[in-house]
């Protein structure tokens, strides 16, 4: 079977240092793929050149087959991916529904129309999307005042408009309570596989990573050490060493700032 | 070769007083992030006090502590203006403080007037540099020479005390990241007041120091304006190398332009910041900003509704009324209310890109001249009927917005303001300069409306529908998905660029869009006084309208919409008396300090307070 998204020998300098080398990996339809590492092992910096918002110094990243390098965040978005902040990225003068609808708005090449009222475009379709993340009821709710849990679940609403094939979800539980870590994961995992799309995701709580990943990637100082299973993952001694035996890890970190 | 180099010695000469001026408008800048609008009038003030010391304070040696004693004596009014002014409104939204500023200009211009009176004054030669050296043949005078030798000196030393010192070190650390500098435990209003001190002071040397060779009049705060704003601009926004290299850029370009092409001089500084900056746009020195940097002060803004069957209501009552005008009001009560009328749609198109699409742009004049000026050029070359060039009006601005608007998009913030007031500016001095085809200061007249729409009521109806039209469309278009994109682009250009949307291409759109309804308002204009003059494009144009925005309220359409009518009823009622800028200057200036929020914003705070309207929940 293909892939959905293949990146070959992707890597990235920044000046001399090599913040990801030469990494290759392959995402399969409906899976969900974790990629982990400790900070500054280059999780986000593959994320941004997977979106198009950095460009790499070399490598490949083909989605079904076509080659993304090069292109704008707005055209990767519009063949079919999509993806969730680390930080959340959210329209604060907007409520919460039509935070959904300008993305259904964009998605139906609607932006430039001065006619309809925006409000009323769409608004059904936007409301399946919140009842699905759970946020039916806080639909005409500020956005500026909804809780940090509640962001997540609506910019994971906003990346669900255009029906895309991968998902692209960096940090999804960064900053939440413990008990709605898991409620988010699970609901993300729900959607993803009952609509069948793949995701990539980038997550420092191992129990959401072993939870729900169906295989893990391991990054450390911009190389891949690691790929499979969760129980390989969880029994490879290099991993290990990085996760917990690893004191020289932030003594090298410390010597090069 | 003689001449060459003796002109050259004149413009290194000319920028010792720019690069003074210049740098302080840089370091007030970079600290406080207040554009100090200002600055030219502490430049005045510095020409006048330093004159008025020379009169009692004589020798080469009362020249030199005048000079000194001008720039301290600046350097406190700079300290009262901080702590009185801009203290009591750090706290509001950005750029807000430029209204404020804006009022200082106003005040200090009826002061000086009160003071030193409306005649230009001559500066008085310096002792011991009065006469010429030869150089190479052709005669430079040796207070050119002296000024030459000097600026360098001025700009080491206060390249040591930025770079060496504890303030200066101080001074870096707050342009960088205030918010940090204050966690660290420095006192930041009084570092504040203190950079506002030196800024003022370098101002006010600008001024006394270039008295032997320009004087001091009562324009020279807005005839500097633009060519510090430049100088800035080019240099990179808080360079000091940057600001001399720039400032002396520009003032030796002046001094050739004068000579080899005496019909560019204004529009040659504008040439050249649009190239430099095309090639960088932060500056010859600058660097690019940090993003995030300008982050939104203040509260997010409310989600905006279409206006409910009772605002509609009222709204239609308000142009009900306004149509039965007429009927009861006198010729000039017609006049006024078109004025009104115009201005609030050239206020409104502001608003739609300033408000919704967060681009603050000081050159929106550009496009409100440029729809009149379009027109009065169609009429008075091509004898084009009024209805086809009152069409064709909001399309040329439009056009012109089209092509400023690619030009300036690649910046933000507010390198992107600098370079719409430079290309404004541009405009300006285009019209101005090019005499036999514009009319230059003489304008265009004779550029009345159809047979039909003669006389004041009909073009009052006229001005009514499309002046109101224009309005309503914009608010509408606010609330289309073209003005939701727009917003979105404000509030998350991340969000917005990952979900499909160029934002950089609505905003250029919204840019074009708003620039044609400026055009509109213009074209309104030309036809109802029959003529169009330069003034149309200046800088005070532009303001006019950022002030009634901010002074409105940012956040509203109507906050423009009310501003712009009390400004223009105001001012109506104010321009009757002697010192009216002196009266206006204090009420903006009041008003910004009672109502950071502007004049709907507050009442509507204080609407909430009371319980007249439901607050928005989650405010505590």
């Known amino acids: ?85 680390q930080i959340t990225a959210t329209y604060a003068s907007m409520t919460v529904i039509e935070n959904v609808q300008m993305a259904l708005m964009s ?41 940090y849990g509640d962001l997540k679940r609506l910019e994971l609403a906003i990346a669900l408009c255009h029906n895309p094939t991968l998902l692209l979800m960096d940090e999804p539980t960064a900053g939440m309570a413990p008990t709605e870590r898991e409620s988010v994961m699970q609901l993300t ?8 799309i793949s995701v990539l995701f980038t997550e420092h709580d191992m129990d959401v990573v072993f939870g729900h990943a169906h295989r893990i990637l391991v990054l450390n100082r911009g190389e891949l050490i690691a790929n499979g299973s969760v129980d390989e993952i969880r029994n490879n001694p290099m991993v290990q060493e990085v996760y917990l035996g690893g004191g020289n890890l932030f003594e090298s970190e410390e010597a090069a700032s | 070769m003689g001449l060459f180099v003796a002109q050259l010695l004149t413009g290194l000469a000319n920028a010792a007083t720019l690069f ?34 020379m009169q009692v304070l004589p020798g080469m040696f009362g020249f030199w502590v005048s000079v000194l004693l001008a720039g301290l004596a600046v350097g406190v009014i700079g300290v009262i203006v901080e702590i009185l002014v801009l203290r009591p409104v750090y706290k509001a939204p950005e750029l807000f403080q430029l209204v404020a500023t804006f009022g200082v200009i106003l005040v200090i211009q009826d002061l000086a007037l009160l003071t030193w009176g409306a005649d230009d004054v001559l500066g008085p030669r310096a002792p011991g540099l009065k006469g010429i050296v030869r150089v190479l043949g052709e005669p430079v005078p040796k207070y050119d020479l002296a000024l030459i030798a000097i600026t360098p000196f001025i700009l080491f030393g206060l390249w040591y005390l930025i770079a060496k010192t504890r303030l ?77 290299v720039a400032a002396a850029l520009i003032s030796i370009l002046n001094v050739f332009g004068v000579t080899y092409l005496p019909q560019s001089t204004l529009v040659l500084m504008f040439v050249v910041m649009a190239v430099v900056l095309m090639i960088k746009p932060y500056g010859l020195f600058g660097r690019e900003e940090v993003a995030g940097e300008h982050g939104q002060v203040g509260e997010p803004e409310r989600p905006i509704k279409p206006a409910g069957i009772a605002v509609r209501l009222l709204v239609a009552f308000g142009i009900f009324l306004l149509a039965l005008l007429p009927w009861f009001g006198s010729d000039f009560a017609q006049v006024l209310t078109a004025d009104v009328i115009i201005f609030c749609l050239f206020a409104a198109s502001l608003h739609f890109i300033l408000g919704l699409g967060g681009l603050v742009s ?44 690619w030009l300036c998009m690649r910046l933000t913030g507010v390198y992107f303001a600098m370079l719409t007031l430079a290309f404004a500016q541009l405009i300006w001095s285009l019209v101005y300069q090019w005499g036999e085809f514009t009319g230059g200061d003489d304008g265009l007249v004779d550029i009345w409306p159809a047979a039909w729409l003669n006389g004041t009521t009909p073009y009052y109806y006229f001005t ?51 620039g044609a309804l400026a055009g509109l308002s213009g074209a309104l204009f030309v036809f109802s006084k029959g003529s169009v003059f330069p003034t149309e494009l200046e800088i005070g144009r532009s303001f006019d309208a950022l002030i009634v925005i901010f002074l409105g309220g940012v956040k509203t359409l109507s906050g423009a919409v009310v501003g712009g009518a009390s400004l ?22 009041f008003v910004v300090i009672v109502a950071p929020e502007g004049i709907s914003g507050t009442m509507r705070k204080m609407a909430e307070r009371v319980g007249i309207i439901r607050g928005r929940e989650g405010d505590s």
Request: with cysteine; hydrophobic share 50%; charged share 15%.
């Open chain 2, 20 to 53: 003074l001026v210049a740098s302080g408008l840089s370091l007030i800048f970079g600290v406080t992030r207040i554009v100090n609008f200002a600055h030219g009038s502490f430049y005045m003030l510095g020409a006048f006090i330093g004159y008025s010391l």
């Open chain 2, 568 to 589: 223009e009823y105001a001012k109506d009622f104010l321009t009757r008396f002697e010192y009216w800028r002196l009266t206006l200057g204090l009420i903006i200036i």
């Open chain 2, 464 to 514: 009514l529908f499309f002046g109101i039209g224009g309005i309503l469309i914009l608010r509408h278009v606010a609330h289309s998905p073209f003005g939701y994109a727009l917003r979105a682009s404000r509030d998350s250009a991340r969000q917005a660029e990952a979900t499909g949307i160029n934002t950089k291409r609505i905003q250029w759109a919204a840019f074009t869009f708003a």
């Open chain 2, 168 to 244: 200066g070190i101080l001074v870096r650390a707050a342009t960088q990241d205030r918010e940090m500098v204050g966690a660290l435990g420095v006192n930041q209003a009084w570092l504040f007041t203190g950079v506002f001190f030196l800024g003022a002071t370098l101002a006010g040397l600008g001024g006394a120091i270039q008295l032997p060779k320009g004087g001091a009049d009562l324009l020279m705060d807005f005839n500097i304006l633009a060519a510090i704003f430049v100088v800035v601009v080019i240099g990179g926004m808080g360079s000091l190398p940057g600001a001399y």
């Open chain 2, 362 to 405: 000081f050159g929106h004049a550009a496009f409100f001249g440029g729809g009149a000026y379009v027109a009065a050029l169609l009429v008075s070359y091509l004898q084009t009927p009024m209805e086809v060039a009152f069409l064709l009006a909001p399309i040329g601005a439009g056009f012109a917005a089209f092509i400023i608007g």
């Open chain 1, 1 to 85: 079977m293909n892939p959905i998204l293949e990146v070959r020998d992707l890597s990235k300098s920044f000046g001399g240092l090599k913040a990801v080398n030469a990494v290759n990996f392959k995402v399969a339809e409906g899976e969900l793929l974790a990629l982990i590492g400790p900070n500054g092992a280059g999780k986000s910096t593959c994320f941004n050149m997977l979106m198009g918002q950095l460009k790499p110094s070399s490598g490949e990243v083909y989605f079904l087959g076509e080659n993304l390098v090069g292109k704008f965040p707005r055209d990767i978005w519009r063949k079919g991916i999509g993806r969730t902040f």
């Open chain 1, 189 to 196: 995992a729900d959607i993803v596989t009952e609509k069948n």
């Open chain 1, 107 to 147: 998605f139906h090449k609607r932006i430039y129309s001065m006619l309809p009222y925006a409000h009323k475009m769409y608004k059904s379709e936007a409301l399946e999307f919140l009842q699905m993340v759970g946020l039916a009821d806080q639909a005409e709710r500020h956005c500026a005042i909804l809780a």
